[in-house]
């Protein structure tokens, strides 16, 4: 069974998938249904990711792609872990390589302006991408099929084309701006000046041939022929022509991470595994952490006394990850402190019946014993979307768990000529300002949101689940974890439910939930912010974008964002 939209009562819904055999939730019909064509041919779990990532990578080039980079968190049999193909900055970058423009807070992340907005879009916005390391490192790894055969349904869909959906045609027109600005972008996604839509009796048929070659390459040659191959001198000749600053030696010294285990921490007697290190891992891990101190399914899905609980509790560790989450080859990082069950117990007591006036970092220096080597200033931005996710379970158990992204919309709208490849803007992740915890190195990780999550109990993988969406990506995966485990909702359920989100100045809720829980909240010092119409800063619904996948006495559910084109199906 498949996700389907159905309307009742102002309000659209989707159907949620039911399988028996393995599911695969992602962004798109045409990704979902790649993944699904390697599960019937006796693809696991891994090849069905990856054909899936780089399938939405081509009928969304909006959000994700090659030229970006991200994180996939597995289970594959007895083994498990994270690898992660982040985008890094370039040998060349440095902390002062932008001219500041004097304006205090611009752009999505909320940083100090730069001249031109060059970190935002255009050549030197764009820093090394990962998604082909990543995904060969995991095929390599865990892979049945040959690599051509997991590459193959991204590479015929962007030879043979496919009629944009409507999710993909609203992105489009909305990021008119950057297709217009930069020529190769405009001649790929706007051919003879139109967005490519068309009539129910002749659709249009959208084409991608020069990313279908490189897709082709890089099926014949691998990783290889994206880091070190005629693509890659492709790719950089042009940035360099053009004032950008990525080299080959960029590219030749890009290595993924592997992380068995990755970080694991107990949540209602259940594991949970995320990311390690400079993503927003950490983040969701200290937030459910805290609400793990607390009976929360005593109190009641969504009642003032959780949502109180849940918004001290996403503030707390958004204040320590802005104080302290960064790079720890350039920043001395408090990595064991802050997810150490003591300093839990401790930020737990600040908890109080009202929220305070500020949310301040702790000290989690205490719980690593030692003062910190060096102290940068913390690269918390002034008040204030281009990613995807996907989820895999395949019949067996195994499991993936894949965001990737191209950082905002279009990227850097950069498409190195005769490549098709839809270059990141993820120098834009970084604090432009020198001399902070976040600020820009030769080399170095930026900090970034995204947060994969994997759940699982005493028969395995029980929960597959993330989104995409900015900053708004961990309050989403963690408050659907809260939902599903605490409260046993299903995954469209907990999707389709109100939820909150504490990544910018104001507590962002949607007008669905009830006035008088608002009422109550902003009473205990909340400040609520009702999005209503009003408000599409992730795309109709508002909030992050999530896909997710539960598998229990052998049924797999799938839920994804009913507000998008989003697609969830089973075998």
């Excluded at 030749?252 to 107990?266: C, H, I, S």
């Excluded at 499991?399 to 993820?426: H, L, Y």
């Excluded at 915890?437 to 929960?463: F, Q, R």
């Amino acid at each position: 069974m498949t996700s389907v939209t159905t309307h009742s009562d102002s309000s659209f819904i989707k159907t949620e998938a039911v399988s028996h055999n393995g599911m695969v939730a992602t962004k798109d019909r045409l990704a979902t249904e790649a993944g699904l064509e390697i599960l019937r041919m006796g693809g696991n779990a891994v090849d069905a990711g990856v054909a899936s990532c780089l399938a939405v990578g081509v009928v969304e080039p909006e959000s994700s792609g090659i030229g970006g980079g991200g994180y996939m968190v597995f289970q594959m049999g007895d083994e498990g872990g994270v690898i992660g193909f982040p985008m890094k900055g370039p040998l060349a970058g440095s902390p002062d390589m932008y001219s500041l423009s004097g304006e205090a807070s611009v752009g999505s992340f909320g940083w100090a302006g730069v001249v031109n907005d060059e970190n935002i879009h255009g050549y030197r916005s764009i820093a090394v991408p990962g998604c082909i390391a990543g995904l060969m490192e995991a095929h390599k790894r865990f892979g049945n099929l040959p690599w051509s055969e997991v590459v193959a349904p991204a590479a015929n869909i962007a030879r043979k084309g496919f009629s944009p959906e409507w999710f993909t045609l609203y992105k489009f027109g909305s990021l008119s701006q950057m297709l217009l600005r930069y020529t190769e972008l405009r001649d790929t996604f706007m051919p003879d000046n139109q967005l490519p839509y068309g009539g129910i009796d002749a659709p249009f048929i959208l084409k991608q041939p020069n990313l279908a070659d490189s897709l082709d390459s890089i099926a014949r040659d691998g990783a290889d022929s994206f880091y070190r191959g005629e693509l890659t001198e492709d790719i950089t000749k042009d940035i360099q022509l053009n004032g950008g600053i990525l080299t080959g030696q960029d590219f030749d010294q890009y290595k993924p991470f592997y992380w068995k285990n990755g970080l694991e921490f107990q949540y209602r007697g259940k594991i949970i595994r995320v990311p390690n290190y400079a993503s927003a891992g950490i983040t969701s891990a200290m937030t459910l952490k805290l609400l793990n101190k607390f009976d929360l399914p005593s109190m009641g899905h969504n009642s003032v006394e959780a949502l109180h609980l849940y918004i001290n509790a996403a503030r707390m560790a958004y204040a320590d990850r802005f104080e302290y989450v960064a790079d720890p080859e350039f920043a001395d990082v408090p990595w064991q402190g802050l997810v150490s069950d003591i300093y839990t117990d401790r930020r737990s007591r600040e908890i109080t019946a009202n929220c305070p006036s500020e949310y301040i970092p702790g000290n989690p220096w205490i719980e690593e014993g030692r003062e910190p080597k060096f102290v940068l200033e913390s690269s918390k931005p002034q008040p204030d979307d281009g990613t995807t996710h996907l989820t895999v379970v395949d019949s067996e158990g195994n499991a993936v768990s894949i965001t990737n992204t191209i950082m905002s919309g279009f990227g850097s709208g950069i498409i190195p000529k005769g490549t098709g490849i839809v270059m990141n803007n993820g120098m834009m992740w970084y604090d432009p300002v020198p001399g902070r915890v976040n600020s820009i190195a030769p080399g170095k990780y930026p900090l970034n949101n995204m947060t994969p999550a994997l759940v699982l109990g005493k028969d395995g993988v029980e929960i597959a689940v993330g989104a995409s969406g900015g900053r708004r990506i961990t309050n989403c995966v963690t408050s659907l974890l809260s939902k599903m485990i605490d409260f046993g909702l299903s995954p469209q359920e907990a999707i389709d439910a109100p939820r909150v989100d504490c990544s910018s100045s104001t507590t962002d809720v949607p007008v669905e939930l009830d006035p008088e829980i608002v009422k109550s909240l902003t009473e205990k010092g909340h400040n609520i912010r009702v999005l209503g119409e009003g408000f599409t800063q992730t795309g109709f619904a508002k909030f992050a974008s999530p896909t997710a996948i539960t598998r229990s006495n052998g049924i797999f559910l799938g839920g994804v964002d009913s507000f998008h084109t989003a697609h969830a199906a089973g075998l």
